[in-house]
């Protein structure tokens, strides 16, 4: 079975400062994870993946299979950061979504 | 450019009533899905479709029936209304299956069943 676990319901920190948004998975194979993101009164969009190892609006995660980790990090918050952070691991129309963070960017 | 296109955006049901979700897509997309999102759940998958007259059944499909007669359209049914349907709806749509693909998502429908 496939579990995505994202421990932090909401999360607050001031603009300019680290956030971490964590991403835990159990999958028994190779997992696909991605980040998706869902700003206020917008619809749910792709943050990024890891097969990508992109960095998306200076945010980046690092799959840790030791750890099944897929943590978002950011070294610097913006206030446009301000929004639901789903992780999800899947594929093209499958996926299966964490219980997602709020995020919130203190000016 | 269109997208994904769910309709309607609000929908207040009886209990037992019925009524479809429509969701369209024009970007030639052979695979689409159903997720509902609910308060402390996140998103759950409903059903999916790996193309036309093609589907499948994802975590939660009680309740919900599906069916793809064309590329473009994934409509989903709920015969009989319960208030556990109370959820906001998304309809999503990607080009592959792999890895390296992006699932395009609808608007949202927000449906509450008295």
């Known amino acids: 079975a496939q579990r995505v676990t994202q421990p932090e319901k909401l999360l607050s920190v001031f603009k300019g400062a680290p956030v971490e948004l964590k991403c835990n998975y159990s999958y028994s194979g190779s997992p696909e994870l991605f980040w998706y993101v869902q700003y206020s009164r917008q619809r749910l969009q792709l943050l990024l993946r890891?097969?990508s190892r992109e960095s998306i609006k200076g945010f980046t995660a690092d799959l840790n299979k030791g750890e099944t980790s897929f943590h978002l990090k950011k070294p610097f918050a913006q206030e446009e950061d301000s929004a639901m952070y789903y992780c999800?691991?899947?594929?093209?129309?499958?996926?299966?979504f964490g219980t997602g963070t709020s995020l919130t960017v203190i000016p | 450019n269109a997208g994904v296109t769910q309709t309607p955006k609000f929908q207040v049901l009886k209990t037992g009533q019925s009524m479809t979700l429509q969701c369209a897509q024009d970007?030639?997309?052979?695979?689409m899905s159903w997720y509902r999102q609910d308060p402390g759940m996140g998103l759950r998958l409903i059903h999916y479709s790996v193309g036309a007259g093609i589907t499948d059944q994802g975590e939660v499909p009680n309740g919900y029936n599906v069916s793809r007669s064309t590329t473009e359209d994934f409509p989903l049914r709920l015969l009989s209304a319960a208030p556990s349907q109370t959820s906001v709806y998304f309809c999503?749509?990607?080009?592959?299956?792999?890895?390296?693909?992006?699932?395009?998502f609808g608007q949202g429908t927000r449906l509450t069943v008295v």
């Open positions: 890891h097969i």
């Open positions: 970007m030639n997309h052979e695979y």
């Open positions: 999503a749509s990607s080009y592959s299956i792999f890895g390296d693909t992006e699932a395009f």
């Open positions: 999800a691991l899947g594929w093209g129309n499958q996926f299966y």
